[in-house]
């Protein structure tokens, strides 16, 4: 007896949501957009199409060079299109991750969201594993 397949997983890369790009928001105006970024997210982990979620600080520090030798610190200029967040979903294809990311709230203001697939098979060969499940207490 094999086991069923699990859906494609899909990471929303958001772009575009520093403060500035709400700060012409009301204070009640921020408030209802909180409550709709919310609900969107809650529903997609509710009906088992999102794992998890998270905002990523504003604070940028990119390596590179070798061993690492550049170490510059930000945020940069082009900081809007530095990635703010992202949310993992769990759905058949890239369609439905598209049609999910299209409901999300903040693209009416600015908002631009990225869709990637996750892959396990490195263009370089590199050894990609999947975090393991975290029990549930």
């Not at 061993?67 to 439905?96: I, N, Q, T, W």
């Not at 999300?104 to 892959?119: A, N, Q, V, Y």
């Amino acid at each position: 007896m094999s086991t069923p397949a699990l859906p494609p997983t899909y990471l929303l890369l958001f772009r575009n949501t520093g403060p500035e790009v709400f700060a012409h928001l009301s204070p009640e105006q921020r408030q209802q957009l909180i409550t709709r970024w919310n609900d969107w997210f809650e529903g997609l982990v509710r009906t088992g199409q999102a794992s998890e979620g998270q905002p990523l600080e504003l604070e940028i520090r990119v390596v590179s060079g070798p061993g690492g030798s550049r170490v510059v610190d930000g945020p940069f200029a082009e900081a809007k299109e530095a990635v703010a967040g992202y949310v993992k979903l769990h759905v058949g294809s890239l369609a439905d991750a598209t049609a999910i990311a299209q409901r999300h709230p903040g693209l009416e203001h600015g908002m631009k969201i990225e869709i990637r697939e996750l892959t396990p098979h490195c263009h370089l060969g590199v050894t990609t594993n999947a975090a393991p499940e975290v029990a549930k207490a």
